[in-house]
Every structure is written in C-alpha cells, then in structure tokens.
C-alpha cells in the first residue's frame, strides 16, 4: 500500500492477555518508529528501528514490551501480561532517512483497551 | 535532553479569524522542529518542518510558522481559519544525533466556530 499500515485497528483483550500489534512501513523505508499516544496526551516514543535492529529502545515502559522487525519491514510490538495501564493508540511510523531532520510518516494507530 | 511545551490544550477562534498555536521548545543544540496535524480518526501528518534554512516556514493547508531561536519558540499560524482546520496539533522536536525519533508535546485542539 501507499501509506504504513497497522494491524489491528481495535484490540479489546483481558488484563494479564499477550497482545501483538502489527506495523507495515512504506515499501523502501528503512526507518520504524512504535509510538504510544495516550489520551489528551502527544505521542510518546518507545523504540526505533534502522534495519532489522532496534538502534534505540529507551522508550519501552518495562520488559513486558518488545518489538521486531526480523526482515528490516513489518514490525511486531508485542505486550506481555497487559495491565489497564497499558489502554492507548499504538502508533507505527516510518521514514526513509537517516538524519533527524527527515519527515515521519504514521499510520493510524492499534487502539489497545485492557479491560 | 530536549522537550516541547505546547501552551493551550484548547484554541476556540472563529471561521476567518487569525489561528495562533503556541510551541515552545528546550534543546541543548540547534533542533529540527515539526507541526503534525491529526485529523479525528486519521494518521498524524505533516503539516511543517523547520531544518535550519527559512526561519519562516510555509507548510500545507496555508499554516506556517516561524522559527525564534531567542525565544525558543516555533508557533503556528494560519491567516484565516476555515471548518476544515478543526483538528489536533503537534509540536515536535528531533536532534540530529543517533536518537532520530521526535520528542512530541501534549497537542492543542483547535475547535473553529462558525
């Protein structure tokens, strides 16, 4: 497709359930990005991408969260044991340079609710 | 580290009336700034960037916006606001360095009253 596409749209899942969301990029860019956007709040970074390893993960709350890319395209974001706390839009970005100065470009987002 | 300040959750401005978005930023180096539009349900998109060149920036939909460095601010204008305007924006900031993701602020929802 044109644009980064994330799967799936809504997710409702049990506290202490294993969730994955799924992200596909722009075909060429090798740039991810996993955001977590909570409501009345701006999107908060969780990990980046170039290639195939996550070049910087400091932004994953705890080691219940991981992401992959295994093949440099899709990327998973799993969520292990998921608490309430955990209820927001996961949103997947990609681009297709290496300097900060390059534009992001997001898909619209997994809503997660842990009930 | 850097962050961003976004004064106002809310703006309330008329159909035709001046839209002023407020963002202020904290950077210990020359920053690149962004405005990000979300429309309800959508993706967030690009309205503008600031990269060192034009410290007055022309982005999409007729907003820009103008880079101050003495006040570290970036805020966003538009002449004259239409319906269609009525959205969420974001500010954001991004270093040049290994750290390439951007640094959001908390969003300003603008509402335009007919």
């Known amino acids: 497709g044109a644009g980064v596409s994330q799967t799936p749209s809504n997710k409702v899942t049990e506290k202490g359930k294993y969730v994955e969301l799924r992200c596909d990029p722009i075909s060429g860019h090798t740039a991810l990005y996993w955001y977590r956007q909570s409501l009345g709040q701006g999107p908060e970074f969780l990990i980046y991408?170039?290639?195939?390893?996550?070049?910087?993960d400091s932004g994953l709350p705890n080691d219940r969260f991981f992401a992959v890319r295994p093949e440099g395209s899709v990327s998973t974001l799993k969520i292990q044991r998921t608490e309430r706390g955990d209820s927001a839009v996961y949103l997947c970005?990609?681009?297709?340079?290496?300097?900060?100065?390059?534009?992001?470009?997001f898909g619209e987002g997994s809503r997660l609710t842990v009930l | 580290a850097q962050s961003v300040t976004q004064l106002g959750s809310h703006v309330s401005v008329s159909e035709g009336a001046l839209v002023l978005l407020r963002c202020n930023y904290s950077s210990s180096v020359p920053p690149y700034l962004f405005w990000y539009v979300q429309y309800p349900n959508q993706g967030l998109q690009l309205l503008l960037k600031?990269?060192?060149?034009?410290?007055l920036v022309k982005g999409i939909n007729g907003f820009e916006a103008e880079f101050k460095k003495s006040e570290t601010s970036f805020h966003l204008t538009k002449p004259s606001a239409h319906m269609s305007d009525a959205a969420e924006y974001f500010c954001a900031v991004s270093l040049d360095t290994g750290r390439r993701a951007l640094t959001f602020g908390s969003g300003t929802r603008l509402q335009v009253q007919p």
């Open positions: 600031y990269t060192s060149a034009a410290t």
């Open positions: 970005a990609s681009s297709s340079g290496t300097s900060g100065s390059g534009e992001l470009f």
């Open positions: 991408f170039q290639g195939t390893g996550a070049a910087d």
